[in-house]
């Protein structure tokens, strides 16, 4: 897999600046030369083009962190689900997993607000969630939305009080 050097560079905030400006990557490219960085126009171009997602062209968002954010979800799907599936279910785990899922959609959400994403499902983490849950017990996806529901109504109190 190829990785990205501007991603890993201490400029990338400064070139994601200059792009979100209105700068062309050519003249990023010139930058870039004049301050002797060592990027070229095709590595400039694969960062804005495959590392930022752009919304009504102003705002990028970094593609990266929400591929780890859904990565940890999968992460914890897969692991519930060989939980499930080896009939070993330790309770104290299983709520672990849970947990993380809940911190995970807190930074999602936390992401979409820091860059001013406008949700069209204000539900649809919650029922993605849902849905991964299916083969968990019943009571434990009650006590899911239920602790839903009470961070919905005050999402600032740490989950340790759910």
Known sequence: MRTCN???????I??????REGKTIKSIEQYCREHNYNFTYGM?????KNHLI????????????INRLINNLE???????EMINS???????LIRYISEIRHTVVELRNLLKEYNVKETKPESIFNMILSLMH?????WIKKFQERY??????????????
């Open 6 to 12: 501007i991603c890993n560079s201490p400029e990338k």
């Open 14 to 19: 400064e070139l994601e600046r200059m792009y």
């Open 44 to 48: 400039l171009y694969y960062h804005f």
């Open 54 to 65: 752009r919304d009504n062209d102003t705002i990028p968002i970094p593609t990266n962190l």
């Open 75 to 81: 992460i914890c799907d897969r692991k519930i689900s």
């Open 87 to 93: 009939n070993q279910i330790e309770p104290n785990i």
């Open 135 to 139: 083969d968990l017990p019943e009571e």
């Open 149 to 162: 529901l009470k961070w919905r109504e005050n999402p600032n109190l740490s989950p340790i009080y759910y």
